[in-house]
């Protein structure tokens, strides 16, 4: 902190005050967030206001901050720091010494008992409200006008009592003294008749005070909700233009250090402080991820690099493995595809209170919990497991690739694109029925044959297994771990995924990362992806990291961004991967690395210089309508699609997923209690069965999934179901009478 204090033009001059202004200016830290603590800032209090600003220079354009000392709470900590409270709202503050401290504290502790007298005069403290509307200022002074004629009624009739009131107590008087004389008659009628004076005005005391507040607490009411709706409305705003703020300084300065080849990319602040590098665009790291910078490389330097890369393809595969947006290779497949159909009956709207059913379920197991379809899409888990294979491309060009590195960057681009179909889609799979099986054949089309099979109900897993004539077997065991949290609900699936190339017979391994659905209480739901994908080839010990960063409201950076680096078996790396998980992945060379400046947190950064990015994936587009289809992409619509020869505990044939994708949700929900009651009195057979045998001290064995048999893994060592093999011989022979009759 000392350092960064001497690097500020005069940092030992303390606040300035300026004699009869009532104004107090100075540097101070201000605390910011965990990750960056405390910042320095230049304050500037006057006419009760506290404002901050990044830099003096800001004063004239950019505020990023105002603090109303009128209904501030000052609260003075230990070690120069003191806390202000307004609006809801705590800002911690540091200052040099404890004598700077306590000038602040006594300047602010003046600002705000010479602020307070001028609240009667303001409306608001800050200022820079606009005009009150013409109709609003009708309606307040009607309102004013009628407190004020029940003020009036209120003040005569607390004359009239007062007089009537006198009046009575002498006649009251009167006739104590009168006792028993012949005039008692007349004096005991004056003083009923005063009595009832009395009455009747203190009556209608009673009645214009009851008029009198009705009035004024049905207004407060109001004007309580409206201020607070104004207040709530300030601080968003005061947060969106602080946002605003930051980003158009970061683009001003960008623009300032290289106004001809600006492209819109955020610069590094250090981007000027090597001379070989002047051409060169910096991006820097977000706060939370990995610890490096990369450097796109000069053009000179791109042009004498590129006879190398080029030189590392193979004959047989184009001279850039990357994506092609100009190949014509994809149209002319197209037009060899079966034609698919490419819509489903639109979504029917619906309406049912998720906290009505989730207000119960806090903590819980979501695969355990007993919900309606309305909150489903017609699709089972095992066909969400199947839609990975979307871009199965990927894999296909990374069996052509001549080294493994190179194929590493397409794997990594093919576990992000899984993600891709899921932006929108915020409804819940169907949990399969106890040995439901899926099957996906696109042999003819893409080359790849595709079985899952639900192998546990508790906890759900599912095992999946792919091959491909394309040079390539994918299989995986996936079991779902679902919470709710009140808030949110976090689907987190344990296993992992395995791939194995055929030709070089590179074994990848790697899992898959967190999904969290917001807003479950109130507010639309969104979906987000966070956490690290570690990706393994098990074969050449190559090693890719892609981390998945978490929405933040406060990042200046792309919303859900993708980061990783690929490094080889020494662990050197070759490839900086970049991108977004719901739009497309790219991957940069890397030429050179060196060690960096420090960070905040003083961990040193890695500096990587790059050639140019080059497209790996990109997403493709939605199709039309789809947001009244479940937001299914292409792949999605095709998979509940019928198929003739399919086995009997195919997920397409399960009542209530193809009810609910007609659109007849009534029906769809008394076909799934029935099929989830029928696998309820399926378990306790099972579990009776299992007790007997305990009894009779025989071998107790569990259930047995049909196609897929749990073994060790050999190169992993793990404990996983394997695909055994006999299911498209099985739909050759139109033999399933070994499956079970689970719909």
Partial sequence: MNELVKSLPSPSLPGILVPCLDTYKGWLFKWTNYLKGYQLRWFVLSNGLLSYYRTQAEMGHTCRGTIPLVTAHIEVGETCNFVLTSGGRSYHLKAYSEGECQRWVSALQQAKANATPLMQHHHDDSGDEGPVPQEDRAVTQGVLKTLASKLDDLSTCNELIGKHGAALQRSLSELEELRGSADSTDKVKAVNERATLFRITSNAMINACRDFLDVAESHSRRWQKALQYEREQRHHLEETIEQLAK?????????????????????????????????????DAMEDSPAFITVTASADMQHKRSGSNQSMMSGGVPNDWTHNEDDTSVTNHMQLRRARRSHIPDKPNYSLNLWSIMKNCIGKDLSKIPMPVNFNEPLSMLQRLSEDLEYSELLDRAARCDTSLEQMCLVAAFSVSSYSTTVHRTAKPFNPLLGETYELDRWEEYGYRSICEQVSHHPPAAAHHVTSQRGWTLWQHITIDSKFRGKYISVVPLGNIHLKFHSSGNHYVWSKVTSTVHNIIVGKLWIDQSGDIDIVNNTTKDTCRLKFSPYSYFSRDAPRKVTGVVEDGEGTAHYILSGTWDEKMESAKIVDSSQGCGSSEGKQKTVYQTLKPKLLWKKYPLPDNAENMHFFSSLALTLNEPEEGIAPTDSRLRPD?????????????IQKQRLEECQRLERKKREAQANQALEEGQDIEGYQPLWFEKRTEETTGENTYIYRGGYWEAKDKEDWSQCPVIF
């Fill in 657 to 669: 997923q193809r009810l609910m994708e007609a659109g007849l949700w009534d029906e769809a929900n």
């Fill in 247 to 283: 980003q158009h300084n970061s683009l001003e300065k960008a623009w300032r250090e290289n106004p001809t080849s600006y492209t819109g990319v955020e610069r590094s602040q250090e981007g000027d402080a090597s001379d070989e590098n002047d051409d060169a665009e910096f991006f």
